[in-house]
Every structure is written in C-alpha cells, then in structure tokens.
C-alpha cells in the first residue's frame, strides 16, 4: 500500500555480484547457524546485537535475504561480512521471508530511531585492502593452499562482526605491514 514510488525505483539484477559490487558492508541473514567455531562460514551473531552496531557502519549496506525455499548459497554467504540470525522456536527454525525482513527492518528501525550512534566503521575501500592484504600474508607465509580460502572467510568474519573503527583499521594495517617486511626481510639474507 502506498509503496508505488519504491517498486518504479526497485532494480533487478542478473547475478549477486552485479547486485552488491556497490555495496560497501554486506550482511547476510540465515536460519542455518554453526555451533562449532571450526565452521565460520555460518557464525551468526543475532538480530538485537546486528541492529545496535550496524548504524556505527558508514557507507552503503546490503542487508541479503535468501530465497523463500532454500535460502543463500554458501558462495554467496562466504562474500558477505556478517551472518545475522534471527532467534526462533528450536521446533522451527525458519522464518517466512516476509516475516524475516518485517523483523531486521523494524530492529534497525528501534534502534536508529532510539539509540543512533556516531559513525565510526572502515569503508569499502579500507575494508577491501585489509582483506587484500591479509591475502597477500598468507602467500607470503606459504600459508597451506588447501586452507587459505577457509582461513580468508575466517578473517573477514571476525572483521565483521568487530566492525573496526578507521583508528583500528590504521593500527592494524601498521602491524601487518610491519610483520609482512620483517618476513620479506628475512627471506632475503
């Protein structure tokens, strides 16, 4: 009712790629939960949590609801920065879609409305060097092929779920940077 104006502006896309490449945060939301820290992919943090830090986020977020019948893709959960769950009935763990959007739009909703918070988060571009050079650490360290994708999610979700301030950001850039020309250093004597 009354949502005309957003269905002529709603765009559609061929691929999830095309959607979120401008996008600067990306969040996805599932039933499906890991309970076991070795299975970062599905490491989700709940809905009441999300909605109190996400308004510190400065940029364009994507909030990434899955199809009704299955939900996301694993590829497509690996490319966001956070999991958010939703609490629910141990007996039914899924949510109409409808109900499930209804439910992170009015949390966000309570908790701008009611509590905003000074935006303090790293952007897309500080956010993708970080993981660029996390990437390149690993190379550098001979990391095992067979767990560097694993351990690039692994990362990604921890810099989610912390959603580090730009003075955090520079603090660890300088770390890493240090530890990466320590390395390079000794490999050449």
């Known amino acids: 009712m009354h949502a005309q104006k957003i269905l002529d502006n709603a765009m559609i896309f061929s691929s999830f790629d095309d959607a979120v490449k401008n996008l600067g945060f990306l969040v996805a939301t599932s039933s499906i939960e890991s309970h076991s820290d070795k299975r970062h992919l599905r490491n989700a943090i709940l809905l009441e949590d999300f909605a109190g830090k996400i308004s510190e986020v400065d940029g364009k977020i994507g909030l990434i ?5 299955y939900g996301l893709y694993n590829d497509e959960i690996a490319k966001c920065d956070i999991i958010v769950k939703i609490p629910t009935s141990e007996s039914y763990h899924s949510l109409n879609l409808s109900h499930a959007v209804s439910l992170v739009l009015y949390s966000l909703y309570a908790k701008k409305t009611f509590a905003p918070k000074k935006k ?3 952007g897309k571009i500080e956010k993708e060097k970080l993981y660029d050079f996390f990437s390149s650490l690993l190379e550098e360290i001979d990391y095992p092929a067979h767990k560097k994708e694993n351990t690039r999610v692994m990362f990604q979700r921890i810099m989610g779920r912390s959603m580090p301030s730009k003075w955090e950001y520079h603090t660890l850039m300088g770390v890493l940077s240090k530890t990466l020309q320590k390395i390079k250093n000794t490999r050449r004597r």
Do not use: V
């Open 65 to 69: 609801f899955g199809r009704e019948d």
């Open 120 to 122: 303090r988060h790293i």
